[in-house]
């Protein structure tokens, strides 16, 4: 099974730390979690800087690579939604390194959730428009 967990660095590195932000995120570091093996990096640049709608150009790309799973602290209702169309399991609550996250899948402690992650962050990067 092929996971995109989202970084906060470029490294193709197992020790990168969990970026928090699932449609902010740097990068996704795409990984073979039955071998543990960092696979390649996915940068999410174009989304990054996005005003709106950054959740779903960082699904749509995790969609396109092919990724069985992903692997982020918060992701939002639209990012869920097109993950879970696609049939992609989305873990959302992680932290830590990219190592961590793969022990904690391996011994069943993170389980894939079924609704978008609950604490909301509102209109991207704490803005909110006045």
């Given at each position: 099974?092929?996971?995109?967990?989202s970084i906060?660095?470029p490294?193709?590195s197992?020790?990168?730390?969990i970026?928090p932000?699932?449609?902010?995120?740097?990068n996704?570091?795409?990984?073979?979690?039955?071998?543990?093996?960092?696979?390649k990096?996915?940068?999410?640049?174009?989304?990054?800087n996005?005003?709106?709608g950054?959740?779903?150009?960082?699904?749509?790309?995790?969609?396109?690579?092919?990724?069985?799973?992903?692997?982020?602290?918060y992701v939002?209702p639209k990012?869920?939604s097109?993950?879970?169309?696609?049939?992609?399991?989305?873990?959302?609550?992680?932290e830590?390194?990219?190592?961590?996250?793969?022990?904690l899948?391996?011994?069943?402690?993170?389980t894939?959730?079924?609704?978008?992650?609950?604490n909301g962050?509102?209109m991207?990067?704490g803005?909110?428009?006045l």
């Amino acid at each position: 099974m092929k996971a995109a967990v989202s970084i906060t660095d470029p490294e193709k590195s197992l020790d990168s730390q969990i970026d928090p932000r699932f449609g902010r995120a740097a990068n996704f570091l795409l990984v073979d979690l039955e071998k543990g093996e960092a696979l390649k990096v996915i940068s999410n640049s174009q989304a990054m800087n996005l005003g709106h709608g950054a959740g779903i150009q960082a699904a749509t790309l995790i969609v396109e690579e092919g990724a069985d799973a992903v692997v982020s602290g918060y992701v939002g209702p639209k990012a869920f939604s097109v993950l879970n169309a696609a049939g992609i399991k989305v873990y959302s609550g992680a932290e830590g390194t990219v190592k961590e996250v793969i022990n904690l899948l391996k011994e069943g402690k993170l389980t894939p959730g079924e609704a978008p992650s609950s604490n909301g962050h509102g209109m991207g990067m704490g803005r909110r428009d006045l």
